[in-house]
Nanobody
Framework: QLQLVESGGGLVQPGGSLRLSCAAS????????IGWFRQAPGKEREGVSC????????YYTHSVKGRFTMSRDNAKNTVYLQMDSLKPEDTAVYYC????????????????????WGKGTLVTVSL
C-alpha cells in the first residue's frame, strides 16, 4: 500500500524553525515529484514548494522563498521541508504529496492534482 506520512509539526514562536518530514512506504520517493502544500483555516489549499522527480525543477511560492527549503534523503525514503523565520501567517496544516510525473513541478508552479497525499501535520506559529 502506497502511503505518505508527515511529521514534525507543532507550536513554534514567530522567528522560529521547524523541519517537516514526509516518509514514504510502498514506493520509492526518488522516482516521484514531491510537493508540499498547506491549508490555513478558512483558506484554500496553497502549493508551498516542490521538487521534480528528476530534481531538475524546484518551486517555492513567493511568500516562503528564502525561508523554506526542500530536501530529499533517498536512503531514508523521506523528503523534508525546513522552515525558518516562521511567521504567524505560516500557520496551517501541511501536506506532502507525490506524483510520478516530472511535469507536476516546474519553476513556474506546482500541480495540485498529485496522485498520493499524506494526512497532514499541523504547524502553529504563535507567541
Amino acid at each position: 500500500q502506497l502511503q505518505l506520512v508527515e511529521s514534525g509539526g507543532g507550536l513554534v514562536q514567530p522567528g522560529g524553525s521547524l523541519r517537516l518530514s514526509c516518509a514514504a512506504s510502498g514506493f520509492t520517493l526518488d522516482y516521484y515529484t514531491i510537493g508540499w502544500f498547506r491549508q490555513a483555516p478558512g483558506k484554500e489549499r496553497e502549493g508551498v514548494s516542490c521538487i521534480s522527480s528528476s530534481a531538475g525543477s524546484t518551486y517555492y511560492t513567493h511568500s516562503v522563498k528564502g525561508r523554506f527549503t526542500m530536501s530529499r534523503d533517498n536512503a531514508k525514503n523521506t523528503v523534508y521541508l525546513q522552515m525558518d523565520s516562521l511567521k504567524p501567517e505560516d500557520t496551517a496544516v501541511y501536506y506532502c504529496a507525490a506524483d510520478p510525473s516530472d511535469y507536476a513541478c516546474s519553476g513556474g508552479g506546482i500541480y495540485h492534482g498529485m496522485d498520493y497525499w499524506g494526512k497532514g501535520t499541523l504547524v502553529t506559529v504563535s507567541l
